[in-house]
Protein backbone atom coordinates (compact mmCIF):
# COMPACT_ATOMS: atom_id res chain seq x y z
CA UNK A 1 0.00 0.00 0.00
CA UNK A 2 1.47 3.46 -1.10
CA UNK A 3 1.99 5.24 2.36
CA UNK A 4 2.14 8.58 0.78
CA UNK A 5 -1.11 7.87 -0.96
CA UNK A 6 -2.79 6.91 2.17
CA UNK A 7 -1.92 10.21 3.83
CA UNK A 8 -3.00 12.17 0.71
CA UNK A 9 -6.34 10.94 1.24
CA UNK A 10 -6.37 10.96 5.08
CA UNK A 11 -5.55 14.31 4.99
CA UNK A 12 -8.31 15.31 2.45
CA UNK A 13 -10.71 13.81 4.94
CA UNK A 14 -9.89 15.60 8.15
CA UNK A 15 -9.66 19.05 5.84
CA UNK A 16 -13.18 18.24 4.98
CA UNK A 17 -14.14 17.98 8.20
CA UNK A 18 -12.49 20.64 9.89
CA UNK A 19 -12.09 23.41 7.42
CA UNK A 20 -9.13 25.30 8.75
CA UNK A 21 -11.17 26.33 12.11
CA UNK A 22 -10.65 23.20 14.28
CA UNK A 23 -12.73 21.15 16.01
CA UNK A 24 -15.00 23.89 17.93
CA UNK A 25 -17.55 21.76 20.16
CA UNK A 26 -14.44 19.76 21.47
CA UNK A 27 -12.39 22.98 22.20
CA UNK A 28 -14.99 25.00 23.82
CA UNK A 29 -16.01 22.13 25.78
CA UNK A 30 -13.75 19.82 26.70
CA UNK A 31 -10.71 20.88 29.16
CA UNK A 32 -7.05 21.69 28.02
CA UNK A 33 -4.51 18.78 28.71
CA UNK A 34 -7.54 16.34 29.95
CA UNK A 35 -6.21 13.01 28.70
CA UNK A 36 -8.15 9.30 28.31
CA UNK A 37 -8.59 6.04 26.76
CA UNK A 38 -11.41 5.53 23.98
CA UNK A 39 -11.82 2.12 22.66
CA UNK A 40 -12.90 1.01 19.00
CA UNK A 41 -15.61 -1.43 18.62
CA UNK A 42 -17.30 -3.54 16.22
CA UNK A 43 -21.30 -3.06 16.69
CA UNK A 44 -22.16 -5.94 14.40
CA UNK A 45 -20.58 -8.88 12.83
CA UNK A 46 -18.18 -8.05 9.79
CA UNK A 47 -14.62 -8.50 8.11
CA UNK A 48 -12.56 -5.23 9.54
CA UNK A 49 -10.60 -2.57 6.81
CA UNK A 50 -9.33 0.13 7.24
CA UNK A 51 -7.29 0.23 10.58
CA UNK A 52 -4.37 1.98 9.20
CA UNK A 53 -6.13 4.73 7.61
CA UNK A 54 -7.76 4.83 11.00
CA UNK A 55 -4.38 4.94 12.55
CA UNK A 56 -3.32 7.37 10.36
CA UNK A 57 -5.95 9.95 10.59
CA UNK A 58 -5.64 9.81 14.62
CA UNK A 59 -1.50 10.81 13.97
CA UNK A 60 -2.23 13.48 11.95
CA UNK A 61 -4.31 15.13 14.51
CA UNK A 62 -2.09 14.15 16.99
CA UNK A 63 1.58 12.67 16.61
CA UNK A 64 1.69 11.99 20.46
CA UNK A 65 -1.85 9.75 20.77
CA UNK A 66 -1.16 6.50 20.99
CA UNK A 67 -3.46 4.44 18.46
CA UNK A 68 -2.99 0.15 19.24
CA UNK A 69 -4.70 -2.06 16.95
CA UNK A 70 -5.94 -4.85 18.31
CA UNK A 71 -7.04 -7.03 15.15
CA UNK A 72 -5.38 -7.06 12.10
CA UNK A 73 -7.44 -5.84 8.60
CA UNK A 74 -9.47 -8.62 6.53
CA UNK A 75 -10.10 -10.13 10.41
CA UNK A 76 -13.89 -11.43 11.09
CA UNK A 77 -15.21 -9.58 14.17
CA UNK A 78 -18.36 -10.32 16.20
CA UNK A 79 -20.68 -7.30 18.07
CA UNK A 80 -18.39 -5.78 20.99
CA UNK A 81 -14.84 -6.71 19.50
CA UNK A 82 -12.52 -4.32 20.35
CA UNK A 83 -11.02 -3.39 17.29
CA UNK A 84 -8.11 -0.62 18.41
CA UNK A 85 -7.37 1.47 21.45
CA UNK A 86 -6.04 5.06 21.31
CA UNK A 87 -4.40 6.75 24.42
CA UNK A 88 -4.03 10.60 24.20
CA UNK A 89 -5.73 13.99 24.38
CA UNK A 90 -9.02 13.96 24.75
CA UNK A 91 -9.58 16.84 22.76
CA UNK A 92 -7.46 14.94 19.51
CA UNK A 93 -9.25 11.60 20.13
CA UNK A 94 -12.99 13.55 19.37
CA UNK A 95 -11.53 15.74 16.98
CA UNK A 96 -10.03 12.95 14.39
CA UNK A 97 -13.00 10.15 15.71
CA UNK A 98 -15.95 10.74 12.48
CA UNK A 99 -12.67 10.17 10.35
CA UNK A 100 -11.36 6.98 11.99
CA UNK A 101 -14.93 5.91 11.96
CA UNK A 102 -15.86 6.85 8.47
CA UNK A 103 -12.79 4.89 7.19
CA UNK A 104 -13.40 2.16 9.20
CA UNK A 105 -17.19 1.33 8.09
CA UNK A 106 -16.87 2.36 4.42
CA UNK A 107 -13.77 -0.05 4.27
CA UNK A 108 -15.33 -2.68 6.75
CA UNK A 109 -18.28 -2.75 4.98
CA UNK A 110 -17.18 -3.34 1.34
CA UNK A 111 -14.92 -6.23 3.06
CA UNK A 112 -17.83 -7.65 4.55
CA UNK A 113 -20.31 -7.16 1.61
CA UNK A 114 -17.28 -9.50 -0.76
CA UNK A 115 -17.57 -11.88 2.41
CA UNK A 116 -21.43 -12.64 1.36
CA UNK A 117 -20.53 -12.80 -2.45
CA UNK A 118 -17.70 -15.09 -1.58
CA UNK A 119 -19.90 -17.98 0.81
CA UNK A 120 -23.16 -16.98 -2.20
CA UNK A 121 -20.90 -18.71 -4.96
CA UNK A 122 -19.45 -21.28 -2.75
CA UNK A 123 -18.82 -24.59 -4.46
CA UNK A 124 -20.16 -23.60 -7.90
CA UNK A 125 -16.46 -22.76 -9.24
CA UNK A 126 -17.39 -19.19 -9.95
CA UNK A 127 -15.11 -16.23 -8.74
CA UNK A 128 -16.54 -12.97 -7.99
CA UNK A 129 -15.03 -9.97 -8.75
CA UNK A 130 -15.43 -5.99 -8.54
CA UNK A 131 -15.19 -3.50 -10.74
CA UNK A 132 -13.70 0.35 -11.93
CA UNK A 133 -17.26 1.50 -10.36
CA UNK A 134 -15.65 2.60 -6.98
CA UNK A 135 -15.56 6.04 -4.90
CA UNK A 136 -12.92 8.46 -6.10
CA UNK A 137 -9.73 8.30 -3.97
CA UNK A 138 -10.69 5.03 -2.11
CA UNK A 139 -9.77 2.58 -5.22
CA UNK A 140 -6.78 1.52 -3.30
CA UNK A 141 -8.67 1.07 -0.19
CA UNK A 142 -11.69 -0.65 -1.81
CA UNK A 143 -10.03 -3.54 -3.39
CA UNK A 144 -8.20 -4.35 -1.14
CA UNK A 145 -10.96 -4.70 1.09
CA UNK A 146 -12.60 -6.89 -1.48
CA UNK A 147 -9.73 -8.94 -1.14
CA UNK A 148 -10.14 -9.82 2.75
CA UNK A 149 -13.87 -10.37 2.09
CA UNK A 150 -12.79 -13.50 -0.29
CA UNK A 151 -13.31 -11.95 -3.84
CA UNK A 152 -11.52 -10.94 -6.24
CA UNK A 153 -10.24 -8.06 -8.42
CA UNK A 154 -11.28 -7.27 -11.74
CA UNK A 155 -8.87 -4.80 -13.62
CA UNK A 156 -7.31 -2.14 -11.28
CA UNK A 157 -7.70 0.73 -13.62
CA UNK A 158 -7.74 1.73 -17.53
CA UNK A 159 -4.28 1.24 -17.62
CA UNK A 160 -3.63 -2.80 -17.01
CA UNK A 161 -6.42 -4.43 -19.24
CA UNK A 162 -7.77 -4.04 -22.82
CA UNK A 163 -11.31 -4.13 -21.75
CA UNK A 164 -13.40 -3.81 -25.38
CA UNK A 165 -17.39 -2.25 -24.28
CA UNK A 166 -19.91 -1.54 -26.92
CA UNK A 167 -19.07 2.36 -27.03
CA UNK A 168 -15.41 0.81 -28.30
CA UNK A 169 -16.51 -1.55 -30.59
CA UNK A 170 -19.23 1.14 -31.96
CA UNK A 171 -15.83 3.36 -32.27
CA UNK A 172 -13.91 1.22 -33.80
CA UNK A 173 -16.31 -0.36 -36.17
CA UNK A 174 -16.78 -4.35 -34.65
CA UNK A 175 -15.33 -6.89 -32.88
CA UNK A 176 -12.85 -7.62 -35.29
CA UNK A 177 -11.80 -3.85 -36.35
CA UNK A 178 -11.31 -3.18 -32.61
CA UNK A 179 -9.50 -6.16 -32.35
CA UNK A 180 -7.15 -5.52 -35.20
CA UNK A 181 -6.41 -2.38 -33.73
CA UNK A 182 -5.58 -4.28 -29.99
CA UNK A 183 -3.24 -6.84 -31.44
CA UNK A 184 -1.08 -4.02 -33.37
CA UNK A 185 -0.43 -2.11 -30.54
CA UNK A 186 -0.62 -4.12 -27.37
CA UNK A 187 2.15 -6.07 -25.45
CA UNK A 188 1.70 -9.83 -25.11
CA UNK A 189 1.60 -9.79 -21.37
CA UNK A 190 -1.83 -7.24 -20.84
CA UNK A 191 -5.41 -9.42 -21.21
CA UNK A 192 -7.86 -8.23 -23.59
CA UNK A 193 -11.17 -9.04 -23.18
CA UNK A 194 -14.68 -8.45 -25.20
CA UNK A 195 -18.36 -7.82 -24.36
CA UNK A 196 -20.43 -9.15 -26.28
CA UNK A 197 -24.09 -9.51 -26.01
CA UNK A 198 -25.14 -11.91 -28.76
CA UNK A 199 -23.95 -15.36 -30.11
CA UNK A 200 -22.43 -13.56 -33.06
CA UNK A 201 -20.00 -11.36 -31.43
CA UNK A 202 -18.99 -14.06 -28.92
CA UNK A 203 -18.36 -16.47 -32.13
CA UNK A 204 -16.12 -13.65 -33.70
CA UNK A 205 -14.23 -12.33 -30.20
CA UNK A 206 -13.38 -15.75 -29.50
CA UNK A 207 -12.31 -16.38 -33.49
CA UNK A 208 -10.23 -13.00 -33.35
CA UNK A 209 -8.42 -14.59 -29.87
CA UNK A 210 -9.78 -12.62 -27.02
CA UNK A 211 -8.60 -14.08 -23.25
CA UNK A 212 -11.83 -13.11 -21.80
CA UNK A 213 -15.22 -12.69 -22.92
CA UNK A 214 -17.79 -10.68 -20.97
CA UNK A 215 -21.27 -11.59 -21.45
CA UNK A 216 -22.98 -8.80 -20.31
CA UNK A 217 -26.42 -8.39 -19.20
CA UNK A 218 -27.96 -11.38 -19.93
CA UNK A 219 -31.01 -13.64 -18.59
CA UNK A 220 -29.57 -17.19 -16.59
CA UNK A 221 -30.54 -18.72 -19.92
CA UNK A 222 -28.87 -17.48 -21.83
CA UNK A 223 -25.82 -17.71 -20.48
CA UNK A 224 -25.77 -21.10 -20.01
CA UNK A 225 -26.08 -21.11 -23.94
CA UNK A 226 -23.87 -18.67 -24.56
CA UNK A 227 -21.50 -21.11 -21.86
CA UNK A 228 -22.16 -24.16 -23.93
CA UNK A 229 -21.26 -22.39 -27.43
CA UNK A 230 -17.77 -21.05 -26.39
CA UNK A 231 -16.57 -23.79 -24.34
CA UNK A 232 -16.99 -26.30 -27.83
CA UNK A 233 -15.47 -23.13 -29.63
CA UNK A 234 -12.73 -22.48 -27.22
CA UNK A 235 -12.23 -24.54 -23.76
CA UNK A 236 -9.47 -22.26 -22.40
CA UNK A 237 -11.41 -18.97 -23.01
CA UNK A 238 -12.49 -17.38 -19.54
CA UNK A 239 -15.72 -16.70 -19.35
CA UNK A 240 -17.01 -13.51 -17.45
CA UNK A 241 -20.65 -12.92 -16.45
CA UNK A 242 -21.96 -8.69 -15.99
CA UNK A 243 -24.69 -6.52 -15.12
CA UNK A 244 -27.04 -5.60 -12.33
CA UNK A 245 -25.83 -8.78 -10.44
CA UNK A 246 -27.09 -8.81 -7.06
CA UNK A 247 -26.44 -11.09 -3.54
CA UNK A 248 -29.67 -12.80 -4.48
CA UNK A 249 -29.10 -13.75 -8.18
CA UNK A 250 -25.26 -14.72 -7.59
CA UNK A 251 -25.68 -18.37 -7.18
CA UNK A 252 -27.78 -18.59 -9.66
CA UNK A 253 -25.73 -16.84 -12.27
CA UNK A 254 -22.70 -18.91 -10.63
CA UNK A 255 -24.32 -22.06 -11.69
CA UNK A 256 -24.75 -21.16 -15.40
CA UNK A 257 -20.95 -22.23 -15.68
CA UNK A 258 -19.25 -18.89 -16.34
CA UNK A 259 -15.58 -18.39 -14.71
CA UNK A 260 -16.32 -14.59 -13.34
CA UNK A 261 -19.00 -12.85 -12.20
CA UNK A 262 -18.65 -9.32 -11.90
CA UNK A 263 -20.26 -6.87 -9.86
CA UNK A 264 -20.18 -3.36 -8.70
CA UNK A 265 -22.10 -4.41 -5.39
CA UNK A 266 -19.05 -5.52 -4.04
CA UNK A 267 -18.18 -1.50 -3.87
CA UNK A 268 -20.63 0.80 -4.69
CA UNK A 269 -23.78 -1.78 -3.24
CA UNK A 270 -21.81 -1.96 0.56
CA UNK A 271 -23.90 -1.05 3.13
CA UNK A 272 -20.75 0.56 6.23
CA UNK A 273 -20.34 -1.68 8.79
CA UNK A 274 -21.52 -0.39 12.63
CA UNK A 275 -18.39 0.86 14.43
CA UNK A 276 -18.07 2.72 17.40
CA UNK A 277 -16.01 5.11 19.40
CA UNK A 278 -15.98 5.10 22.98
CA UNK A 279 -14.61 7.62 25.63
CA UNK A 280 -13.41 5.06 28.65
CA UNK A 281 -11.92 7.32 31.13
CA UNK A 282 -9.94 9.95 32.08
CA UNK A 283 -5.96 9.43 32.64
Known amino acids: MNEQASLV ?19 WTVPPGLRGRAVI ?3 EEMVVCGLPLAATAMSEVDAEAVFV ?12 DRLATIEGQVRSILTAERTMLNFLSHLSGVATQSRRFARAVEGTGATVVDTRKTTPGLRVWE ?19 VLL ?11 RAAMDRVKMAHPH ?15 EAIACGADLI ?20 DPKVVLEASGGVTLDSVRVVAETGVDLISTSALTMGAPAANVGLTLLADK
Not at 189 to 203: S, T
Request: charged fraction near 25%.
Open 41 to 43: TAR
Open 143 to 161: KRAVIYGGCHNHRFGLFDM
Open 189 to 203: YIKVEVEVENEADLR
Open 214 to 233: MLDNQSPESLRKLVRLAREL
Open 69 to 80: PLVQDGAPATDG
Open 165 to 175: KNNHLTAAGGV
Open 9 to 27: LVRQALAEDLAGYGDVTST
